[in-house]
């Protein structure tokens, strides 16, 4: 019997030694990777992985970003992007961002050795700085146009090095970010491979996530302001408590979010300072972040109205300032319609157990929804673990999720671009 399209699939073995190698970049001796952006560890990742594409005879390039992008040659017409981010946090794993851009060149390799020709050219991407150092989401935005020079300017890492300074360290100079702006006609569709970072897929047992939404968030940094006194002389009736403030408006949250949400939205305050934050004083101010998070764009800007609504009442009413800074705010991207169809359909084929879901997490293809359709698969992540050295997934998933994303970009990239955007 003859092989067809549907036959192909990834060298898992490869793929493995690829994930292994890439772990090592940047390693220290208790087994964490440490490749924040512009990092020596995080340029020698982009070298390597360039050598890969070369010896794979795929060609490849640096933007001014400093993305690095893939491009098999046949197709015409706008592209299909595969990837994700090639840096980490402080004592990270093996797989969150690397896996994704190491399977989307698990991809690549495979239909070039098979000697496929598809309708649309395909590439793939490992996006810069999706994990902060400078902000994050760096190379993403780059691609899509929402830099621009007093955010590369202003852009620092946490102990004041700017980016500027840090891509200059490698003989890269920062404004040419501005360059790697991709006219949107020239993209057909985006797709992502990530590991869930979160304990659903793991616990079900199942092996692929097909992701429907990516969630919004707004970061607010709010400040309750009362008066600052002596623990024993100040009777309870007497005093303004900022914790007081803080610990109601803590208690309803659970509450607001029923009222407001979508029903999958999600509220935190992971940060908590008292000034003065002395034991035996009350606190003249609580300074708190507040991290809400929503798939719905309309349920978010109610979560908004809300959240300052019960603040400022409660502060009234016990005779405290509010204030509050919005830190961040990223609208929730819906995963086109035409592309979790197929990636369905793919699972569906390849009988793997899976489930429709949202992502909590923010990931480069919600900056690309700006500019084109987007999909994205998520894998399983063992007890739920990402952001630490712990953060894992069984070979076997992570060979199930490379299937299925060769398999969807061969579907898309016999698609027109129409198909893609509309069907
Ligand atoms: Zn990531």
Known sequence: MEKTLQDIRVNLERLQEDILALGKIGQDESGG????????????ART?????????????EMDGA????????GGEGPSILIGSHLDSV?????LDGTLGVLIGLECLRRIKEEGIETRLPIEVIGFSDEEGRFGGLLGSQALTGELNPEKILQSRDLTGISLTEA???????????????????????FLEVHIEQGPVLDQE?????????????????????GVANHAGTTPMSMRRDPLMGLAEFAGEIPRILEEHGSGAGRATIGKVDLVPGVANTIPGEVIFSLDVRDIVAEKLEELHDAFRRVLSTLARRRSLMFEFDILSRVEPAPCAAPIVTAIEETVKTLKFPYLRMPSGAAHDAQIMSNIAPIGM??????????HSPAEWTAWKDIEDGA??????????????PSQIAHS
Request: net charge positive.
């Open 33 to 44: 990777i440490h490749r924040m952006a512009f990092t020596e560890a995080d340029m020698e």
């Open 48 to 60: 390597w992985l360039r050598e890969r594409m070369s010896e794979a005879g795929i060609h490849s």
């Open 66 to 73: 400093a993305n690095v992008l893939g491009r098999l040659d």
């Open 90 to 94: 402080p004592n990270a794993g093996k």
């Open 167 to 189: 891509m200059a360290k490698h003989g890269l100079d920062s404004m040419n970010a501005l360059t790697a702006r991709r006219d949107p006609q020239t993209i057909a569709a």
């Open 205 to 225: 047992g199942l092996s692929i996530g097909v992701v429907e939404d990516i969630t919004g968030l707004f970061k607010w940094s709010v400040r309750l302001t």
């Open 377 to 386: 698969i998520f894998v399983p992540s063992k007890g739920g673990r990402s």
């Open 403 to 416: 299937n299925v994303a060769l398999q969807t970009l061969l579907t898309l990239a016999n698609y027109t």
